[in-house]
């Protein structure tokens, strides 16, 4: 016996099939058939309070699972306001899939309601961007959008979904559900992994730098193994500060020694600087893996003859090959100690005097003093989540928190995910602690997310720095314009504490030291998702070179 199946039951028994299961939704005329059908398909909605917030989320349960996180909003406006986030995503390259209403397709180009050309609008900051076109083809679209949002070089996909579509009934014979099996990454030939693992062991001060998808526990530990077999050591650059990133120590003082840099997974952008230039050894030659074959070709647009190999291979997987390669040539120890040393000490550096450092100024802290208080409290579970978000105070974090499951804002450098990243990591992981460190000005962008937060019961810890200011772009006065030009970035010291407990949460004003670990405690203790705002001394972000 066959029944019909409207087009919104479609789209949710697909998901379901797929396993999704959550979607980050913010509800409107276009899509409620798919509120509707959530019910049947027993599709748990987070609703939340802006559409860029429910792209963050997705994209932050995209970084912290692995599988597609699945964003829903309505058309027009609901659209344009999820789109800006992509771009966080895209930079992240984090696999997620946005689902958007869409005018119906008999309303196209007479003026519809809320009509817009929202693939074209997505498709700069997405892998790809369609809009669907039969109900017949919707699961499969979904499935289609999922396949290429994993696939590869992961990141967002959008598909807009016309409201005609979605109410349409169809006979079940007529549907083409998703036939999704992950495409396998292309293999790294083992040919071309003892290359790069000869260059590695010929070159005298190798580099091997992986790009934001492996910034996972996953992806560290890979890169940890890696490092033990090739003597290389082995960074992710995930941030827009680039060779500057606080995380990574006095990198720059390492790469200027570099003569090899295995790129793994790593575009050669802005924040590599192109590998040219006066940073780096005017000989120095370049590795090129992956997934991305314009990637590759990039490379060797840029660094032409210096361009050793450029191989088109999944990260993972050609990660995974390099080491099976390695096994193979028997080796007691690390190669290279002597640079291996000299790389960690590089990495590993932090100036002596943030040990001790405190602010000059009554009822403000110093960044280096959260941070020591805060660091045993994400030591404490090895579970435990930390995001960073923001401009020059997050900075201080990057490079005095420990980094194993970190979400930062991509080298978009787009501040403002921090409570929707809080959110989603908490529902991606019940139990260990989630961490968010963010500025002042940051958290206006999203603080309506707390609200969802509390109403869904899913408890996190921001820590907030409030220097009543958008410092990071008060320092770019400084610097380029001079201290005598710095102005229209300041912002009131106001008690964000305060407004997250209006809205249900827990809050905690701090603005002595000594208080902070209590501070802590008890917003941990109270279960509920809470900000503990720290008042705090503009300090620019940390600078860290070695000493020679
Ligand atoms: C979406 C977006 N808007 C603007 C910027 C530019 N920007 C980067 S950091 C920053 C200031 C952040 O201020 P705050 O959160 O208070 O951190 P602080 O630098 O004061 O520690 C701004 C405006 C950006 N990176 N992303
Ligand atoms: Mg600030």
């Not at 991305?292 to 090959?321: N, P, Q």
Request: proline share 6%; net charge neutral.
């Amino acid at each position: 016996m066959t029944g019909t199946l409207r087009g919104a039951d479609i789209v949710a028994r697909s998901l379901k099939r797929l396993g999704c299961h959550r979607l980050f939704a913010l509800s409107g005329n276009h899509i409620m058939s798919i509120f509707d059908a959530a019910l049947d398909a027993d599709l748990d909605l987070v609703h939340v309070r802006h559409e860029a917030a429910a792209v963050h989320m997705a994209d932050a349960h995209g970084r912290l699972t692995g599988e597609a996180g699945i964003a829903l909003v309505t058309g027009g406006p609901g659209h344009a306001n999820a789109v800006g986030a992509l771009f966080t995503a895209l930079g992240a390259e984090s696999p997620m899939v946005l689902l958007s209403g869409h005018a119906a397709t008999w309303e196209l180009g007479r003026g519809g309601f809320q009509e817009l050309r929202q693939a074209d609008m997505a498709a700069p900051v997405t892998k790809a961007s369609w809009t669907s076109t039969a109900t017949e083809t919707l699961g499969r679209d979904i499935g289609e959008a999922i396949r290429i949002a994993t696939s590869a070089r992961p990141g967002p996909v959008h598909v807009s979904l016309p409201s005609d579509l979605l109410d349409a009934r169809i006979e079940d014979s007529a549907v083409v559900w998703p036939n999704w099996q992950g495409l396998r990454p292309a293999a790294l030939p083992d040919a071309t992994a003892d290359r790069v693992l000869a260059a590695i062991a010929e070159a005298a001060h190798p580099v091997i730098i992986a790009g934001p998808q492996m910034s996972t526990v996953n992806g560290r530990n890979l890169l940890g193994r890696l490092e033990a077999a090739t003597g290389a050591p082995a960074v992710i650059m995930e941030s827009p500060r680039g060779l500057a990133d606080a995380t990574l120590g006095a990198f720059p003082d390492l790469i200027k020694r570099a003569d090899l840099i295995v790129l793994l997974g790593k575009a050669l952008d802005f924040t590599t600087k192109w590998a040219t230039g006066p940073t780096f050894d005017p000989d120095l030659r370049i590795i090129a893996i992956d997934p991305d074959g314009a990637m590759v070709e990039r490379a060797k647009k840029e660094k032409g003859e210096h361009l050793l190999i450029g191989c088109v291979a999944g990260t993972t997987s050609a990660g995974e090959t390099l080491l099976a390669r390695a096994a193979k040539t028997s080796k007691t120890s690390t190669p290279k100690p002597d640079w291996y040393k000299e790389a960690r000490a590089a990495l590993d550096n932090r100036p002596p005097e943030w040990r001790s450092i405190v602010s000059q100024t009554a009822g403000r802290l110093h960044p280096a003093e959260v941070f020591r208080a805060l660091r045993p409290f994400v030591e404490r579970h090895p579970d435990a989540v930390l995001i960073c978000d923001g401009g020059e105070f997050s900075q201080w974090g990057q490079s005095m928190l420990p980094v194993r499951r970190r979400l930062v804002n991509s080298v978009t450098g787009s501040i403002g995910s921090a409570p929707s990243f809080a959110l989603a990591a908490r529902l991606a992981e019940p139990k260990a602690p989630v961490f968010a460190v963010l500025g002042d000005g940051t958290i206006g962008f999203h603080i309506a997310e707390f609200e969802t937060a509390v109403r869904r019961g899913l408890p996190f810890v921001a820590v907030l720095g409030n220097d009543a200011r958008w410092n990071a772009e008060s320092e770019i006065q400084r610097r380029d314009y001079g201290a005598n030009r710095m102005h229209g970035c300041e912002l009131l010291p106001a008690r964000y504490d305060l407004v997250i407990a209006a809205l249900g949460g827990h809050g905690e004003h701090v603005e002595r030291a000594v208080d902070l670990p209590g501070a802590i405690e008890r917003a941990l203790a109270s279960g509920k998702p809470s900000c503990i705002n720290v008042m705090i001394e503009s300090t620019a972000a940390p600078t860290i070179r070695l000493s020679r």
